[in-house]
C-alpha cells in the first residue's frame, strides 16, 4: 500500500517517488475541481483521464445513470468492474484522487441491487426507527462497500431538516433523518463515525439547509425565504463544534434574508459570513453539482466560477450529467482548470484565495490511504 504524503515545509508533494516540488498555480487549481464521466472503463486516452494527468483534477464523481442520455449504464454496471475502474483512476493521478457518489441509502442510492449490490434503507427510516445502533450498522455496512470498491467519498449523510415533507427534493426521497436537529445529529454522528472507522470522508449537505424548499434546484431557482429558519444550522454547528465534519456541501438555495442577491452557493455573506466566521468552519466546501438548472438557467459558466470561489467554495463539482444533449462535456474540467487560470491572471480571484483552498484540500487528502 502506497501513502500520500504532505510536505508542509515547502507545501510540496511527493509524487510516485518522485523529488519533491513546488505545487504550480494550475496544480492547485486542478485540486479544486471534480467532475463526471462517461464509461465503466478507461485508457490512457479517455477525456477524463487525460484531464486528471494534464490538469492535475483533484476528483471524480460516479453515477449509475446517464441522464444526459438517459442510458444506463454510465460509470457502475458491477462490483468487480467499479473497484477495477477507480484502481485505475487512482493510478492516473500522483496524489490521491478523490473518487466520490451519492450513496445516501433508500431511493437516493447509486449501488443499486441490480448491478449486485446490497440493499439499503434511507435516513427518513433510520430517523423513524430513532435507534443510532440500527443507524450505525446501516453506515457500516456502506463504508465498508465504498472501501471495497476503493471510493473514498460519500456524498452523505443529509443534515437538512424534514421541515417540509413533500419537498421534491429532500422530503420526497426520504432523504432527511428527521425536523429535529438534535435527531439529526444524532444518526449522522453515527454514520459519520462509521466512514471513518474505515478511512472514508463524509459531507455534509445542503449547507444552508434545503429541507423547507417547495422546489427542486436540480430544475430551477429555489427561493426558501419564506420557509427557511435558523434553526437548520443547528446540525451542522453541533457537527463543526463536536469536530466531525470533512466537508461541506452548498446548495442552490436563494434566501433574500441571507444574500438579497445570490444563492448559497455563490454567496459570500453566507458561506464566508456565516459558516466560516459564525460556525467557525476552516475544513473544505463543495458545491453541489455546478450544472444545475439553479446556476445554469441563470448565471454564465464564468460568473458562476467566479462568484463560487469568491464566495468560499473549494472544490467545485461539475456532474457532466445535467438535463439533455447539453448536460455533458466531455473536456469540461479543462475548461474550468483554463478559466480560473485566467481569472487569476486577470485579478478577478486572489492567488491567496486558490492557496487557502489548496490548503484545506492538501490537509483532507493528507488523511487518505493509497491502494
Known sequence: MRFYMLLCCCGGLLLHGCEPCTPT?????????MIGFRGTSLTPYSPVSQQIRRYH???????????????????????????????????????????GIDEEGGKVSRLKRRYGFPPTVSAQYL????????????????????????????????????????????????????????KVYMHASAVIEEHHRRDR????????????????????????????????????????????????????????NLDPEYPATLSQSILTGILREQLAYDGVVISDDMQMGAIVDHYSLETAIEKAVNAGVDILVFSNNGRGVDGYDENIGATVCELLLEMVQDGRISEERIDASYQRIMQLKSRLNRF
Open 25 to 33: 498555480l494550475k496544480m492547485k487549481i486542478g485540486q479544486m475541481i
Open 57 to 99: 483534477i483533484g476528483g471524480v464523481v460516479l453515477y449509475e445513470y446517464d441522464s444526459p442520455t438517459a442510458t444506463r449504464p454510465r460509470n457502475i454496471e458491477s462490483p468487480e468492474q467499479l473497484q477495477a475502474l477507480n484502481t485505475v483512476l487512482q493510478e492516473l493521478s500522483p496524489t490521491p484522487l478523490l473518487i
Open 127 to 182: 430517523g423513524e426507527v430513532d435507534d443510532t445502533a440500527v443507524t450505525a450498522a446501516w453506515a457500516t455496512q456502506t463504508a465498508k462497500l465504498l472501501e471495497e470498491m476503493r471510493i473514498n467519498l460519500n456524498f452523505a449523510p443529509v443534515v437538512d431538516l424534514n421541515i417540509n415533507p413533500d419537498s421534491p427534493a429532500i422530503g420526497h426521497y426520504e432523504r432527511s433523518f428527521s425536523a429535529d436537529p438534535e
Open 201 to 256: 470522508l463524509c459531507t455534509l449537505k445542503h449547507f444552508p439547509g434545503h429541507g423547507s424548499a417547495t422546489a427542486d434546484s436540480h430544475l430551477g431557482l429555489v427561493d426558501v425565504t419564506e420557509t427557511w429558519s435558523e434553526q437548520e444550522l443547528q446540525p451542522y454547528a453541533d457537527l463543526i463544534a463536536a469536530d466531525k465534519v470533512d466537508l461541506i456541501m452548498t446548495a442552490h438555495v436563494f434566501n433574500r
